[in-house]
């Protein structure tokens, strides 16, 4: 048994995509969510699937017992899906290269703090950019760093404005953040 814990405070779509994909799998589990937000949409979709809730508060997150507590569920992977906390130099340490990010834009490009959600996005369309797209990576000390594990484009002048190139790079990150955490499982 493969045991996957998510990372998420956002809305939570990524996280239903992957759960929606592994439904059927008896080798992969997801035992743990974590979340910084004690709103956050996860925390819903957690309860629906009977996953266990972490909420972390900062102090909590940047403490190396926070890793005893992750531990108990034995991570084969930990999956950043909308978590936007940089995570602790202990933590990847515990964890090599079984931590990894789904990011809105085409790395090394639109990255590091602050980037994110429609921040990015309107950020790609005021610089004009021909394309933009997804990036999937491994987690290192800083933030979007890590060794790159697949991209996928899509052509900016397609979509109207900011929320259109939101709404398909969403549609992108879903169809394959699940691909490449089962490509990492085997
Ligand atoms: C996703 O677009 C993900 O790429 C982004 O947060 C969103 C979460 O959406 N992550 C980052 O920007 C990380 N820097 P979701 O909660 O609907 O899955």
């Not at 439904?23 to 009977?50: C, M, W, Y």
Request: aromatic letters at 10%; hydrophobic letters at 45%; zero cysteines.
């Amino acid at each position: 048994m493969k045991n996957i814990i998510l990372f998420a405070s956002g809305g939570g779509s990524n996280v239903s995509a992957i759960l929606h994909y592994f439904k059927d799998r008896k080798d992969v589990s997801f035992p743990l969510i974590v979340t910084n937000k004690s709103r956050a949409g996860v925390i819903d979709i957690a309860q629906e699937h009977n996953i266990d809730v972490m909420l972390v508060d900062k102090l909590v997150f940047t403490s190396p017992v926070f890793i005893d507590s992750l531990d108990v569920y034995k991570p084969d992977l930990i999956v950043l899906a909308g978590f936007l906390w940089k995570i602790p130099t202990f933590l990847v340490e515990a964890y090599p290269r079984k931590i990894i990010n789904i990011h809105p834009a085409l790395l090394p490009n639109y990255g590091g703090k602050g980037m994110y959600g429609h921040f990015v996005h309107e950020a790609v369309v005021n610089n004009k950019e021909k394309e933009t797209g997804i990036t999937i990576h491994m987690v290192n000390e800083n933030y979007d760093e890590g060794t790159i594990l697949l991209q996928k484009k899509i052509p900016v002048s397609e979509f109207e404005d900011a929320t259109e190139v939101a709404k398909n790079v969403l549609a992108l990150e879903h169809i394959w953040y699940s691909q490449v955490i089962d490509n990492l499982l085997t």
